[in-house]
């Protein structure tokens, strides 16, 4: 619920056009360039190769970026081992921010910065899917857990490719990868210890497909 809530926030605050949060813009790009500042400082402030607890939440426009880069695993990992540094979010910070604190200044890191603004276009849509009755009750909330449990069993398993998870399987991911470090220790052993951590697929359309639908 946290989650949805923290989603629901940001398209509060998203306008259209160039204040859009959601479409390459003025106001995303000035996001996009505040959050890889404040990444770098909170990595800068921890010792190199350890582990930078988030505790304080940054404002929004910054949180939304750094809660879409972290639902890519494996390329925020390799961003914070640029840096040296692993930053994660403490516990109870996942989904908040601070709707008072001061963006941070830019930071001039083009191809990152791309792939930030793309990542975050393509997850515009998703408050939408998820945004259903169901989604308040605990009930269907429990199913959704399990059935993601079995959706990274399936994902382990298959030798087709990438799996396309359902909505509620999503979502239940998305929470999962957004817990911080506990994500990769957590997924892998999931996987039977037969791989890493499951990486998410950026190209999102989360609907179901062809290749879940013959191994569910």
Known sequence: REHIAFLRAVHTESSHGEESLYADGKRLRAAVHAYLAWLAARAAA???GGMA???CPPPLDIAWVWHVHRL???EYARACAALG???APAPGVGFAYDPAAPAASAL???EMEDSLVAAVGRHASFLWQVSGAAYNDDAFLERAIARYERFVTLCASSTGGLLSPPYDVDLVWHT?????ADYAAESAAM???KRGALDHDKSEGMSGGPLLDAAW
């Open 46 to 48: 921890a010792p190199f």
């Open 53 to 55: 607890l988030v505790t």
């Open 72 to 74: 890519a695993p494996r």
């Open 85 to 87: 540094v692993f930053v």
């Open 108 to 110: 001039e890191l083009k």
């Open 176 to 180: 999962h990868m957004l817990r911080g």
């Open 191 to 193: 996987c039977g210890g």
